[in-house]
């Protein structure tokens, strides 16, 4: 199992930017598919943003966050990022980022999740 470590969560006024980052500890951090969820206080997880494995590095959003956010990684430190700009109240709540080995379905690694809060 991957072990994945969210940092860059924090307080910020709305129209404000963060970039979370997510590092984690395999050697074979290139062959996963990233992703970032969210969970808002009394709702349930949601998708944010993946990023494939391999070279494509196709890279999917939530419509609520296209335009604003943006998922890139570096495989040379196998981290992966989550550049949020133009913050929202809405956005608010606990980020995790998550791991899909390239011949899984499902998500099979949870970080502990970045805390972000937006004030309006």
């Known amino acids: 199992q991957v072990q994945l470590v969210e940092s860059g969560g924090g307080l910020v006024q709305a129209g404000d930017s963060l970039r979370l980052s997510c590092t984690a500890s395999t050697r074979t951090f290139s062959r996963y598919t990233m992703g970032w969820f969210r969970q808002a206080p009394g709702k349930e997880r949601e998708f944010v943003a993946a990023?494939?494995?391999?070279?494509?590095?196709?890279?999917y959003y939530a419509d609520s966050v296209k335009g604003r956010f943006t998922i890139s990684r570096d495989n040379a430190k196998n981290t992966v990022y989550l550049q949020m700009n133009s913050l929202k109240p809405d956005d608010t709540g606990d980020y995790y980022c998550?791991?899909?080995?390239?011949?899984?379905?499902?998500?099979?690694?949870w970080g502990q999740g970045t805390q972000v809060t937006v004030s309006s």
């Open positions: 998550a791991s899909r080995s390239s011949y899984d379905s499902t998500w099979g690694s």
């Open positions: 990023i494939t494995w391999g070279t494509d590095r196709t890279t």
